[in-house]
T-cell receptor, first 113, second 117 residues
């Protein structure tokens, strides 16, 4: 079936570097995408979202890029800090659903001091 | 409280037993969701409430799982005749509603870790 997936299960970066986490989605009917951060023992925390009528959206130190042509989503974290170490999930609103999210498997980001 | 509260944080039970997991959403949030997260996986949708009614329970694995939200606030996820495969973290989330026709920001609790021996 259609699902959200991630290219890299783990990513290790040096403190201060920029991080890029990628996600591929296959449900072309999905039109809303969200990135979540999950620290160990905690629930997912909303980072940033983007609707399909946009290609790019920026937040504080984070940028989400959406390429609908190749069904690709990425999260860029600028000047990565040790506190950014966590598992990052991309999620899509399942086939355009108003409430149901389909999550990818996640990428573990480790920031080395 | 300021966030979504889930109890218990940990539950260990024996195969065949009945368990209840409670979720107290953020005050004023009309939408409530249950997700299940297995080790190393992303959360999987179980059920969605808008107010008191279950608007979509299509993610519940089978009829051993049931959830209620009788007064439109606190919700309880009930699992009968637990099986080892039910072991997972059960996450609850709430949101103000459907912002602009979409979920908007979901606020997740820390989850209830269920272990079935």
């Amino acid at each position: 079936g259609e699902s959200v997936g991630l290219h890299l299960p783990t990513l290790s970066v040096q403190e201060g570097d920029n991080s890029i986490i990628n996600c591929a989605y296959s449900n072309s009917a999905s039109d809303y995408f969200i990135w979540y951060k999950q620290e160990s023992g905690k629930g997912p925390q909303f980072i940033i979202d983007i609707r399909s009528n946009m290609d790019k959206r920026q937040g504080q130190r984070v940028t989400v890029l959406l390429n609908k042509t190749v069904k690709h989503l990425s999260l860029q974290i600028a000047a990565t800090q040790p506190g950014d170490s966590a598992v990052y999930f991309c999620a899509e609103n399942s086939g355009g659903s108003n409430y149901k999210l389909t999550f990818g498997k996640g990428t573990l980001l480790t920031v080395n001091p | 409280g300021a966030g979504v509260s889930q109890t218990p944080s940990n539950k260990v039970t024996e195969k065949g037993k009945y368990v209840e997991l409670r979720c107290d959403p953020i005050s004023g949030h009309t939408a409530l969701y249950w997700y299940r997260q297995s080790l190393g996986q992303g959360p999987e949708f179980l059920i969605y409430f808008q107010g008191t009614g279950a608007a979509d329970d299509s993610g519940l694995p089978n009829d051993r799982f049931f959830a209620v939200r009788p007064e439109g606030s606190v919700s309880t996820l009930k699992i009968q005749r637990t099986e080892r495969g039910d072991s997972a973290v059960y996450l609850c989330a709430s949101s103000r509603g459907l912002a602009g026709g979409k979920t908007g920001e979901l606020f997740f609790g820390e989850g209830s870790r269920l272990t079935v021996l």
